[in-house]
């Protein structure tokens, strides 16, 4: 496999078909009809003690579903709000508006509001939905362990071809792309926020 200039193999992803997300995504978005995978990302760097969260390979990573599934559309919510308060609100409703709002929120601020759900559309069509696992808050089992990582909802056409696409993305950016591996048994279900 031919590697673009500056790519570094500490910023790995990994696609994980099969997986078993965590939780749902917000806002009532149907997903029971699609397939599931996980987008893994490590948040270790050998030069540093403290985890990275690798913005821009993520953000490359969420451009490479927006290309496959065709999305005309990414809206992405932000973690509800918990508290004694936020009982009283009707609607924990924080979306902030598109994937690229999200980013230069992100790149303004590192200390930014974590996201919860992302949803693709085409058209008013809902083709992919995202939830955050945050397993380097957690740690869990391999392949998860300290990682960033995106559970996907996706029809199976697209995420036959999302390999392909992502790989050329995250490369792009400067991360390296691991490949693809099958889902352990009942794995996803340990997983913890």
């Known amino acids: 496999m031919a590697f673009a200039a500056g790519v570094d193999k500490e910023r790995s992803v990994l696609l994980v078909r099969g997986h078993q997300p965590a939780r749902p995504p ?34 490359a990573c969420m451009e490479a579903v927006k290309a496959v599934v065709g999305a005309s559309v990414v809206q992405v919510w932000l973690e509800p709000r918990r508290g004694f308060w936020s009982w009283l609100r009707r609607s924990n409703d924080r979306s902030i508006g598109s994937l690229e709002d999200y980013m230069n929120r992100v790149q303004a601020n590192h200390d930014t509001d974590d996201w919860h759900t992302i949803v693709w559309r ?36 697209a995420a036959v071809r999302l390999g392909a696409v992502l790989q050329v993305s995250v490369n792009r950016a400067g991360g390296f792309y691991a490949g693809v591996v099958d889902a352990q048994p009942s794995a996803g279900a340990r997983a913890r926020r």
């Open 26 to 59: 917000l806002g009532g978005v149907e997903t029971a009809a699609m397939t599931t995978l996980a987008i893994v990302q490590s948040t270790h760097r050998s030069s540093r003690p403290d985890l990275v969260l690798d913005h821009p390979v993520w953000f």
């Open 122 to 157: 085409k058209e008013r069509d809902v083709v992919a939905a995202a939830t955050c696992e945050r397993w380097y808050q957690t740690g869990g089992p391999a392949p998860y362990h300290d990682s960033y990582t995106t559970s996907l909802f996706l029809s199976r056409p």
